[in-house]
């Protein structure tokens, strides 16, 4: 286990349930003052109130594919706390449960993956780094997955899921990981990927093989690296995952 880490503060977006609440816990755990992100303000005010168990939790409100609602969060953490030292971009949504083939999936779907797991993402890093670079160590963990491998996807037989909209956005996150790491190289902020694997959680109707808790440590273990820690790493609780 990490070191407690007092006086840090965490924002964890879509962190009312699942992985991202899990990560919001353990970080609690550690010390950190945890910002339980949560487009729904009354679910993200219940799940604060079950985590202050844990630590200190507070709720904030943001919708990661509204600019004003980023950027209306990025204000109160400023002036509430003046900086903020880990940002996990959690929220994301999975609309293909019924496994369509990629040709039969429709645009209308493919975008609205993307608005949430590329763009999204892409927002919050944007609109928080101000407040990231007042941190002495500031990290960026945004939450994968192995399905967006290319190596994997390019392997016929390989054991990936067709699932063209949810793969590819976040093979676009993936992509964007890496330029974030690249322009903040020389400076305090790391930039990683977190994959916490296939996790029981609502948004894939709880058929995953571990629990939340279990898939949420990578992401922890990532939030709180060391200055000696990698940056533009993609990384699961079993290593490292290929590009």
């Not at 992100?37 to 799940?47: F, L, N, T, W």
């Not at 909209?165 to 964007?176: M, P, T």
């Not at 974030?180 to 996790?199: G, T, Y």
């Not at 200055?227 to 990384?235: E, K, T, V, Y």
């Amino acid at each position: 286990m990490s070191e407690p880490q007092p006086g840090r503060v965490a924002l964890i977006t879509g962190a009312n349930r699942g992985i991202g609440k899990e990560v919001a816990r353990q970080l609690a755990q550690r010390g950190l003052t945890v910002l339980v992100g949560a487009r729904d303000s009354k679910r993200g005010e219940v799940a604060a109130v079950e985590l202050s168990g844990d630590g200190e939790a507070r709720a904030v409100t943001i919708d990661v594919t509204s600019l004003r609602s980023v950027k209306a969060a990025a204000a109160w953490i400023e002036t509430t706390f003046g900086r903020l030292d880990v940002l996990v971009n959690n929220a994301g949504v999975l609309l293909e449960l019924d496994f369509p083939k990629p040709s039969q999936v429709s645009l209308d779907r493919v975008r609205e993956t993307f608005e949430t797991n590329t763009f999204g993402p892409i927002t919050v890093m944007q609109v928080m780094l101000p407040l990231l670079h007042r941190s002495p160590a500031g990290r960026i963990v945004n939450v994968t997955s192995r399905q967006a491998s290319l190596s994997m996807a390019g392997d016929p037989d390989g054991p990936g899921l067709q699932l063209l909209a949810y793969n590819s956005s976040k093979a676009g996150l993936n992509a964007a990981t890496l330029q974030f790491a690249r322009e903040l190289r020389d400076s305090r902020i790391k930039v990683n990927l977190a994959d916490p694997m296939h996790c029981a959680t609502d948004i894939n109707g709880h058929s995953g093989d571990r629990p939340a808790s279990e898939g949420a440590r990578i992401v922890v273990e990532l939030a709180l690296i060391g200055d000696d820690g990698p940056s533009g790493a993609f990384l699961s609780g079993d290593g490292a995952v290929p590009w």
